[in-house]
């Protein structure tokens, strides 16, 4: 597989390269060079889960791994289900969290995790670094738990994160490290960047970000949006309107993948809360970030979206309009009366898939049918969820299996000094 700097079209890469890397010059993200052709996406929607993706990552990947292989990182990282549930008539959610930390992010961080342990040098240490608000956190220190040659260290800001989500990835132990840090999210992000500044540091433990932007990430969730529209009957799979919430957009961005690669979708919809930097680019043509503002659906509190110039590409290399992208924007009261809605239909929903519901169905027409990504479990939200509704909403097995752990965090102050010696005694 080639991928190439959107910085720089001259800089190319291996998969093994853009994995291990993360970012070209410039910070510029990579893109693929060649977009893989399914001439019979009907054959591939009949196949399992299992099957079909090894299929569309093998397409992707190319000679550099063997098919063999890649079913085998696809068979360890995708270990559950993304099932779709009618919510009501035409309308339907895809279930993307029944992954161990019970949101989508499960999907593209283990078989990011899959794929760096494939493409890493035999000899080279491995040391993941990352500061995390919640949810990816959990998802990279769940997905490289038990990947003995890899160690992963994992800085939070201490007391700012809630205590359901510290307890979910903060009582592993083995090859993960959490460090609560006696600071600011942004004290944490500036700590990690300390450490890849400092190239001696970088090569005795071998720093590698597995950060958001990896294109393992987005190449993994290309294929649940497959399995999605093989479960929808056949006749409702012509007329497919899609949509996704969105913060980084790097879910959008896989979608779109997928209908470049045959998927049949008529329309995807950009799903985001008031951090609306998107829907009023693709209104008025111009990018004009706004200071970030807090939400209660904060996964999507983002107003420099990362992904955004891999829309871009693709759209211009399948010559499709941005005018073709519904879009919509939801605020917090909006979102809350949508959840009561959703729960009077029967479906229990948290803040992000009730954003893509409320906006899907106000944009969906006569025939149409509707899916919208349901990226996270309520549970994951549950005091938001629970305030909205009047209810205290059960915690699912692993969560409760957590929540009755014991915290191993360390505690340090914001002090690079301090960072190094965590890195080094974890080797
Ligand atoms: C990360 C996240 C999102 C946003 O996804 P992007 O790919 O960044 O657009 C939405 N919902 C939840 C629950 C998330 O964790």
Redesign the pocket.
Same mark, same amino acid.
């Given at each position: 597989m080639k991928l190439y700097n959107l910085k720089d079209h001259q800089e190319q890469v291996s998969f093994g390269q853009a994995v291990r890397q993360g970012l070209g010059s410039n910070q510029g993200l990579f893109f693929p060079a060649e977009l893989p052709a399914f001439d019979n996406v009907d054959a591939l929607l009949e196949q399992d889960f299992v099957s079909r993706s090894t299929a569309i990552l093998s397409a992707f990947i190319g000679e550099e791994l063997a098919s063999e292989t890649v079913s085998q990182m696809v068979g360890n990282a995708f270990q559950f289900t993304a099932p779709i549930k009618p919510v009501k008539d035409g309308v339907y959610a895809l279930e993307l969290f029944h992954g161990p930390t019970l /949101? +989508? %992010?499960d999907f593209g961080g283990r078989f990011m995790a899959q794929s760096l342990a494939a493409v890493s040098e035999s000899d080279g240490k491995i040391t993941i670094l990352t500061a995390t608000s919640g949810?990816t956190g959990a998802a990279v220190a769940h997905a490289f738990y038990g990947m003995d040659n890899i160690k992963v260290v994992i800085l939070y800001p201490k007391g700012k994160i809630s205590p359901l989500q510290e307890k979910l990835f903060c009582t592993l132990g083995g090859n993960i490290s959490t460090v609560a840090v006696n600071g600011t999210f942004d004290d944490c992000q500036s700590l990690v960047k300390q450490a890849f500044d400092d190239a001696e540091l970088r090569k005795e433990v071998g720093l590698n970000s597995a950060n958001?932007i990896n294109i393992s990430r987005l190449l993994a969730q290309i294929c649940y949006y497959f399995e999605a529209v093989a479960q929808l009957p056949k006749e409702k799979r012509e007329e497919l309107v899609i949509a996704? !919430? *969105?913060?980084? +957009?790097?879910?959008?961005t896989a979608g779109l993948l997928a209908k470049a690669i045959g998927l049949p979708v008529k329309r995807f919809i950009a799903a985001t809360n008031v951090n609306d930097t998107v829907p009023r680019y693709l209104q008025t043509g111009n990018w004009t970030p706004e200071p970030t503002v807090p939400t209660i *659906?904060n /996964?999507?509190d983002?107003s420099q !979206?990362n992904?955004w110039p891999r829309i871009e590409e693709l759209c211009r290399l399948k010559g499709w309009g941005l005018e073709e992208l519904g879009y919509g924007a939801v605020n917090d009261e909006q979102t809350a009366e949508t959840l009561r809605e959703m729960e009077q239909e029967g479906y229990l929903c948290e803040p992000?898939g009730a954003i893509a519901y409320r906006i899907l169905n106000e944009q969906l027409a006569e025939g149409e049918t509707g899916l919208f990504l349901c990226? /996270?479990h309520p549970a %994951?939200f549950k005091e938001v969820v629970d305030e909205i509704l009047g209810k205290d909403i059960d915690l699912p097995a692993p969560l409760a299996k957590h929540n009755a752990m014991e915290l191993l965090s360390l505690e340090r102050d914001n002090d690079f000094e301090q960072l190094k010696a965590v890195l080094r005694s974890v080797q």
């Open positions: /949101a +989508f %992010k949810d958001s996704v !919430p *969105s913060g980084n +957009f790097g879910n959008l *659906s /996964a999507m983002v !979206p992904n992000h990226t /996270a %994951k």
